[in-house]
């Protein structure tokens, strides 16, 4: 019988990057890459524990921004395309190395590879998301959502702006899944005190922090990061651990750097002649990353030896088999300490398996293995499968967090990106001010209102600032904010003026096409109603109980929570009257129903 369980967390995002205009963007291959090294190898990891009888459980957040290219039928065309560029050069590559029996294995290995991405995705119609819709219906996956543009919500200035965000962010998760979602994924892990009200309204039942936004929580938590608690509005909070994350995150002390791994940045992209690789790298000549690599990390020099794939895979297995029997060591030290199953928290970048680390998807796939077959203490489990354990989660009043570099806003407000928010701040308000105004638009004006609602969304994406804080990208994150504002700044104009160019409009829709089912009433100011009184013809029911969660003396907690849970999730509003606890407010949403406390 398990002693505790691991959450994996993996987060699938990346920026809107989408032009129809040119083929030329060096940023569309960020979905590419990612297609080719990430999302499909792991696709292929999880159908193969399917096909094989492991049972395993994995939560996946992938955001609006990147359902919505997944499902492009223009960036679909290109990344077939880009397939068939990446299987030639491969091709090539097994000939040119066919003297050097290292490099032609390797060359071979590509090939392969590359054509079975192709033979997947075509397979699967193009289309990803089938694929991870149809793992969650199996019951493998619990895919969650995000902030529609994966907007860093702490720094956002209106209420109305943030819940639109969120909103649409259920949305969009619903029309892909045919379900709402139970979790979602905040931006950066970023949080603010009052958020977990919006989330509520929002029906989300559960979200991720950092470490220290659970540990500097008020009361300080009994289980520490062990254990999800609850924040005042009754959202669950999973912080993260520290020590599963440090073990494969961490630069000096994680897995993906040991030297036996292929090194990320030697790519024949940039190692070969020009005119062996121009045909294959931008059209311009600017020399990319192909994906092919031929090198070991080695060590922390130049010198780098050939690749060994089995070598790798051997270390990989033996990273997994590390890795669990740390996590065994936590699960039966806090089981004793805790008086229950704790829940070790594991959240990473989706990307950091097979992109950045080339043997994630193999380790992920043999740690899964041993978890199922070589042992009984630990077991994968969700955050939804975890809640509906224990009922007396502790209640907690959270500080602003993040897991950004030192916990808190310092990546995304810098000196050099702070210009940006005086612009996207004057903007939001504006467009609240547009949803506020336009009750019944006639249809150009509401074309336009749903125009200015996604140029909003897009400048506001974290992305923009990240990669000005890190240097990278940096004209192309300054350029799309730019270009977002000053859209969003004509078509207010336009509406103020009551002349839209419909022409310019139009252009606008095929260029920044995303949420086609946007509503730009999201953004309208109102009062805090939450979708549980929507429907006036909804049944409610009120309990009177002297126990309840936390306050639980006998059974009777037990009883009235379980039946609580039913009926909301059978549509009823639920009304609970209890004992008033110790922190708990005096009157919170606690996972689907308003629950009061009285003074005894």
């Known amino acids: 019988m398990a002693k505790g369980y691991l959450a994996l967390v993996l987060h699938a995002h990346l920026p809107y990057v989408r032009h129809p205009e040119s083929d030329k963007y060096l940023e569309e291959r960020w979905l590419f890459e990612a297609l080719t090294e990430t999302y499909i190898p792991l696709l292929q990891v999880f159908r193969g524990l399917v096909r094989d009888g492991v049972d395993f459980r994995i939560t996946i957040s992938i955001t609006p921004t990147l359902l919505s290219m997944l499902t492009d039928e223009l960036l679909q065309q290109r990344y077939l395309q880009h397939l068939d560029r990446l299987i030639e050069l491969a091709d090539r590559e097994v000939t040119r190395t066919s003297n050097s029996p290292d490099f032609n294995r390797l060359a071979r290995h590509y090939a392969d590879t590359f054509t079975s991405v192709r033979s997947f995705y075509l397979q699967n119609g193009c289309n990803p998301v089938t694929v991870f819709r149809d793992l969650q219906e199996l019951g493998k996956l619990e895919i969650i959502t995000s902030a529609a543009t994966h907007a860093f919500l702490p720094l956002m200035m209106t209420e109305e702006a943030i819940r639109a965000q969120i909103r649409t962010g259920v949305d969009i998760y619903q029309s892909h899944f045919g379900r709402p979602p139970r979790g979602i994924w905040l931006p950066e892990c970023g949080f603010m005190p009052g958020l977990d009200l919006i989330l509520k309204e929002c029906g989300i039942e559960y979200f991720f922090t950092d470490s220290h936004g659970v540990e500097t929580g008020e009361p300080v938590p009994v289980f520490g990061t062990l254990s999800p608690v609850l924040t005042p509005h009754g959202v669950a909070a999973f912080p ?78 033996r990273h997994a088999e590390h890795f669990l029997f740390n996590r065994q060591k936590q699960a039966d030290h806090w089981a004793w300490h805790m008086g229950r199953k704790p829940v070790i928290v594991a959240p990473y970048d989706a990307e950091l398996f097979g992109h950045w680390w080339y043997e994630g998807p193999v380790w992920l796939d043999m740690l899964l293995r041993k978890i199922h077959f070589d042992q009984d203490t630990v077991k994968t489990l969700t955050p939804s499968e975890y809640l509906e354990l224990y009922f007396d989660y502790q209640v907690c009043r959270l500080p602003m967090s993040s897991w950004g570099r030192n916990g808190y806003a310092d990546v995304w407000l810098r000196g050099e990106n702070d210009w940006i928010y005086p612009a996207l701040h004057q903007v939001e308000q504006r467009m609240v001010e547009l949803a506020n105004v336009h009750e019944n638009p006639n249809p150009i004006a509401e074309r336009a209102l749903k125009q200015a609602a996604r140029e909003l969304m897009l400048a506001q994406s974290s992305d923009w600032a990240f990669i000005m ?30 002349i839209i160019d419909p022409d310019w409009l139009t252009q606008l829709e095929e260029i920044d096409n995303l ?11 109102k009062q805090r109603i939450r979708q549980y009184h929507a429907d006036p013809k909804r049944p409610r029911v009120m309990m009177l109980s002297w126990e309840f969660p936390p306050m639980t003396v006998g059974g009777l907690a037990r009883h009235v929570y379980d039946l609580s849970r039913y009926l909301v999730r059978n549509g009823w509003e639920v009304h609970v009257v209890t004992a008033e606890i110790g922190e708990s407010p005096h009157m919170k949403w606690w996972r689907g129903y308003m629950c009061t406390g009285f003074m005894s």
Do not use: C
């Open 469 to 498: 804080d890190n240097k990278t990208m940096v004209e192309y994150a300054v350029k799309r904010t730019k270009q977002h504002v000053n859209r969003f700044t004509r078509l207010y104009e336009m509406l103020k003026s009551g």
């Open 240 to 317: 993260r651990d520290r020590e599963s994350s440090q073990q494969v995150w961490s630069a000096r002390e994680g897995y993906p750097g040991d030297y036996d791994y292929r090194e990320y940045y030697r790519d024949i992209g940039f190692d070969l002649d020009f005119e062996t690789v121009a045909p294959y790298i931008h059209p311009d000549g600017i020399r990319v990353n192909t994906g092919i690599k031929y090198f070991r990390i080695t060590g922390g020099g130049e010198q780098k030896e050939p690749y060994n794939p089995d070598w790798a895979r051997e270390k990989a297995a």
């Open 515 to 525: 949420f086609p089912g946007l509503d730009y009433r999201v953004y309208r100011s």
